[in-house]
């Protein structure tokens, strides 16, 4: 059962999430913002419509996690009262303490994503490094275990593009994250996921190490302005199926565009090469891919900022993109973060998406040094 003391600490931690969120200030501005939507001319203009709704519906967020978090603690406090009494069994008023303190962590960990770009979704890109079936089938564990976190947390997802594996597994795979703060949660797993196993795929049963990289950049959405060179664009088309050439597509739904990159920050020249095959529709492909064109602009944007303010704080960052940063050792069960030295020995609960310790270990260690 819990102390009287845990009790004081988790209405004081709701007493402070309600002064640094500045609740009463949102609320006002809800109702403001409210206002302007009901002008006559308010949906004539549905880009800046659409806009305006959006910036109420995330300043609602705050303050429906933060009633949520109220009323937790109410259920605590009177549970508390009630366990005294000897009216309520211990362990429901544990459930309920579990409960308040996950909410409570869950709005003090989205209080850390304060950047512009950790509120929009994200492009989620996996690829198996070398290895062949070993590291092709690492590839898809990585995958399954992505596409688990997001359902468990309510994100819409989507497999822009698949490339499978020779025998098992995929070489590649693009996931199209859709919801509020999927960049910031999943930007912790840019990098490269190292597993440690003996291997099915190794007739002497040999433990082996296989490596896949990660890629996570914002899903930029029509607020964001990035501009795209159409002379520089060009686009190929093909024919997109299934595994072991099953449902193979009679038209040429799928689309590959190519655009000649500039960086005008180095003059460095690169080839941005981009495949879809979401839909059936190759006008839809095609959109889609703009998407994720405009997300890999924007992303390498954000990496000129990051680098810029790196130099600033003379080392302060501690993590680089593309470095290797976690590792899986199935057979010891043991799955170990390197940037921040989380730990778990649930290596099952981590495979079907329970990765939130290190999402959070993560944003605890950087989040304030990541900040603009």
Not at 114 to 127: F, Q, S
Not at 256 to 266: A, I, M, S
Not at 271 to 300: C, F, G, V, W
Not at 335 to 353: A, E, F, L, N, Y
């Amino acid at each position: 059962m819990i102390t009287q003391e845990q009790l004081k600490e988790t209405i004081e931690r709701k007493d402070a999430l309600r002064r640094y969120l500045d609740i009463d200030s949102k609320k006002i501005e809800v109702e403001e913002e409210e206002l302007r939507t009901h002008v006559p001319d308010f949906w004539e203009h549905p880009k800046e419509a659409q806009a305006q709704m959006k910036k109420i519906k995330d300043l609602q967020a705050w303050i429906d996690g933060y009633a949520e978090v109220e009323d937790s603690i109410e259920e605590l406090t009177i549970a508390f009262e009630f366990v005294k009494d000897g009216e309520m069994d211990e362990s429901e008023i544990d459930e309920i303490y579990t409960t308040a303190i996950e909410r409570i962590e869950r709005l003090e960990l989205r209080n850390m994503l304060r950047r512009e770009e950790d509120k929009l979704g994200v492009v989620l890109k996996i690829n198996s490094g070398a290895g062949g079936t070993e590291s092709q089938d690492w590839a898809q564990m990585l995958m399954r275990m992505y596409l688990r976190w997001c359902e468990q947390h309510g994100y819409k997802t989507s497999i822009a593009n698949l490339l499978e594996g020779d025998e098992a597994g995929i070489k590649s795979c693009t996931i199209n994250v859709e919801g509020d703060f999927a960049y910031g949660y999943l930007k912790s797993e840019n990098g490269v996921h190292r597993l440690v196993r003996v291997s099915p795929y190794n007739a002497q049963g040999k433990r082996m190490t296989s490596f896949a990289s990660v890629f996570v950049t914002p899903l930029v959405d029509d607020t964001i302005e990035v501009r795209v060179d159409p002379a520089l664009l060009s686009w190929d088309t093909f024919r997109s199926g299934g595994a072991g050439g099953q449902n193979v597509n009679k038209v040429e739904s799928g689309v590959r565009l190519r655009y000649q990159f500039t960086d005008p920050y180095t003059g460095e020249k690169e080839e941005i090469l981009i495949e879809n095959t979401e839909t059936r529709d190759q006008p839809k492909n095609k959109e889609n891919a703009m998407r994720q064109l405009r997300s890999i602009l924007y992303d390498k944007e954000l990496q000129h900022r990051m680098q810029e303010q790196a130099k600033i704080e003379a080392g302060k960052m501690k993590i680089e993109w593309g470095s290797q940063i976690r590792s899986y050792v199935f057979d010891d069960r043991r799955v170990k973060d390197h940037r921040t030295g989380h730990q778990t020995s649930d290596v099952s609960g981590v495979m079907d998406g329970d990765i939130d310790g290190f999402i959070k270990a993560y944003l605890m260690e950087f989040a304030a040094t990541t900040e603009s």
